[in-house]
């Protein structure tokens, strides 16, 4: 048995992997068409459009629901794994996001009336998802799904 063999040939990995990697990339080109800016780094951040996570959960549901069916355990285990993440990139780390938003508006303000010395590093803002985004994501990943396990050879 060779692990490392093993490894490259997993098909769902793959196109859990890929996908995520398509919706990021995608991600890039949203930014340069909508905003009309070059920004790679957004490749390598979380939130936006689309939600690489609920791709990348998506496409291994998809392809565990073709190769080993809905009514199989692995199905069942692979979409409430998905769920929970897509609850959880709109819920909890959307939430995350508003709050660090709302921290760095006070931070501002609290800057122009406290004297010098004051320059606390703004907090990240877009940890999460709109449904939107988690929608567009989770059809990127069902389309890798479909072209991995029933296109492809």
């Known amino acids: 048995m060779n692990s490392f063999a093993d490894l490259l040939g ?9 996908s995520s990697t398509g919706a990021q990339v995608l991600k890039v080109i949203l930014i340069l068409l ?28 998809t392809g565990v629901a073709l190769s080993e069916g809905m ?6 285990m692979s979409a409430v794994f998905a769920l929970i993440v897509m609850y959880d990139a709109t819920g909890v780390r959307h939430s995350s996001g508003q709050q660090a938003r ?16 004051f320059a606390p ?15 567009a994501g989770t059809l990127i990943g069902i389309g890798a799904g479909f072209i991995a396990f029933r296109v492809l050879p």
């Open 34 to 61: 909508f905003e009309r800016r070059w920004r790679p780094a957004a490749f390598m951040e979380t939130g936006g459009m689309p939600s690489s996570h609920s791709a990348m959960v998506a496409a291994l549901t």
């Open 10 to 18: 997993n098909r769902w990995l793959w196109t859990a992997v890929l």
């Open 71 to 76: 009514n199989s355990p692995l199905f069942a």
């Open 102 to 117: 709302l921290l760095n508006e006070l931070v501002d303000e609290l800057r122009a009336v406290v004297r010098e010395g």
């Open 121 to 135: 590093t703004p907090l990240r803002v877009l940890l999460g998802h709109t449904y939107l985004e988690v929608l």
